[in-house]
């Protein structure tokens, strides 16, 4: 029985932020659950879902916040970003406003980090390719500059959703390893 809760060999706290609407509860259920939900609920209120990967012949177990609407009042807290040792940083390709607004998430992300948290700047809505107003080199180029890993997703058909997430846990692996 006491095996059923913390036998993993490493436990990661992965948080995922970015502007409200850009699809981070959807990345997340995705992730954890393989679900897509098209009305946007506001709050969940499920503080973070799990997952369990094998790498490497450890288990790691991948506990991946969700801000649940804090986000729409700027009032992401301390406690949210606390032991954090992995961060998704998500905008919406088809707006640009959510990407303007990404420096503002790593400056936040900063403050309360180690700036060690592996990154990576994710464009989610990939799906809707007619209407992108961020385009992928610019994207690129503001990964580079940042220091952060960068990839496109869909939340919807859910192309990349995995991998974004196994890339920010196979780095933070490699560190603590
Ligand atoms: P959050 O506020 O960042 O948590 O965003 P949500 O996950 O609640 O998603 C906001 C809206 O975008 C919802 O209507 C979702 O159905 C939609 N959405 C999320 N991800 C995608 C995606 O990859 N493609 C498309 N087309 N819509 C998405
Ligand atoms: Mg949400």
Same mark, same amino acid.
């Given at each position: 029985?006491?095996e059923?809760?913390?036998?993993?060999?490493?436990?990661?706290?992965?948080?995922?932020?970015?502007?409200?609407?850009?699809?981070?509860?959807?990345?997340?259920?995705?992730?954890?659950?393989d679900?897509?939900?098209?009305?946007?609920?506001?709050?969940?209120?499920?503080?973070?879902?799990?997952?369990?990967?094998?790498?490497?012949?450890?288990?790691?177990?991948?506990?991946?916040?969700?801000?649940?609407g804090?986000?729409? +009042?700027?009032?992401? !807290? @301390? $406690?949210?970003?606390?032991?954090? %040792?992995g961060?998704?940083?998500?905008?919406? *390709?088809?707006? /640009?406003?959510?990407?303007?607004s990404?420096?503002?998430?790593?400056?936040?992300?900063?403050?309360?980090?180690?700036?060690?948290?592996?990154?990576?700047?994710?464009?989610?809505?990939?799906?809707?390719?007619?209407?992108?107003?961020?385009?992928?080199?610019?994207?690129?180029?503001?990964?580079?500059?940042?220091?952060? +890993?960068?990839?496109? !997703? @869909? $939340?919807?058909?859910?192309t990349? %959703?995995?991998?974004?997430?196994?890339?920010? *846990?196979?780095? /933070?692996?490699?560190?603590v390893?």
């Open positions: 029985m006491e059923e809760e913390g036998g993993e060999d490493y436990l990661f706290k992965i948080v995922v932020i970015g502007d409200s609407a850009v699809g981070k509860s959807n990345l997340l259920s995705r992730f954890a659950r679900e897509f939900d098209h009305n946007s609920k506001a709050t969940i209120g499920v503080e973070f879902q799990t997952q369990v990967l094998e790498l490497d012949g450890k288990e790691v177990k991948a506990q991946v916040w969700d801000t649940a804090q986000e729409r +009042f700027r009032a992401v !807290t @301390s $406690a949210y970003y606390r032991g954090a %040792v961060a998704l940083v998500v905008y919406d *390709i088809t707006r /640009i406003t959510t990407f303007e990404i420096k503002r998430w790593l400056d936040e992300l900063n403050t309360h980090c180690d700036t060690a948290v592996a990154k990576m700047l994710v464009g989610n809505k990939s799906d809707l390719e007619h209407i992108r107003q961020v385009s992928v080199e610019e994207a690129k180029t503001l990964a580079e500059e940042e220091g952060l +890993f960068f990839i496109e !997703t @869909s $939340a919807l058909d859910s990349n %959703v995995n991998k974004s997430f196994e890339i920010v *846990i196979r780095e /933070i692996y490699n560190k390893s």
